[in-house]
């Protein structure tokens, strides 16, 4: 059983930046699709980017487009967040998860979850 965990959380400043990681264990790292989704307080969980298990495809919520980069590296079984031009609505607990072996990120079961870290950005 994979197990995934999360770094990176805190407070910043609207406008500022923050870099979320996510470890993973197990081998095969590299041919699973991983993502990142968030929920804010009093909030459903929303889908917030992908990345396919080759790297090179990706895809954003249109909240984040043009602010958040998704990217791994397969060598450290590690996906990341950086996330730029933060503003007050991005406040949430951001959870990482792993796709099905070798799927697209377009039709991919996410079904292994970290335990989130949380991300507060104050105006």
């Known amino acids: 059983q994979v197990q995934l965990e999360e770094f990176g959380g805190g407070v910043v400043q609207a406008g500022g930046s923050l870099r979320l990681s996510c470890a993973a264990s197990?081998?095969?790292?590299?041919?699973?699709?991983m993502a990142w989704f968030r929920r804010a307080p009093g909030q459903e969980g929303e889908f917030v980017a992908a990345?396919?298990?080759?790297?090179?495809?990706?895809n954003y919520a249109d909240s984040v487009k043009g602010r958040f980069t998704i990217s791994k590296d397969d060598t450290k079984n590690t996906a990341y967040l950086q996330m730029n031009s933060l503003k007050p609505e991005d406040t949430a607990v951001y959870y990482c998860?792993?796709?099905?072996?070798?799927?697209?990120?377009?039709?991919?079961?996410?079904?292994?979850w970290g335990q989130g870290t949380p991300v507060t950005v104050s105006s």
């Open positions: 998860a792993r796709g099905t072996f070798l799927e697209s990120i377009y039709t991919t079961t996410w079904d292994a």
């Open positions: 197990g081998d095969r790292f590299n041919r699973y699709p």
């Open positions: 990345i396919g298990w080759g790297g090179a495809i990706t």
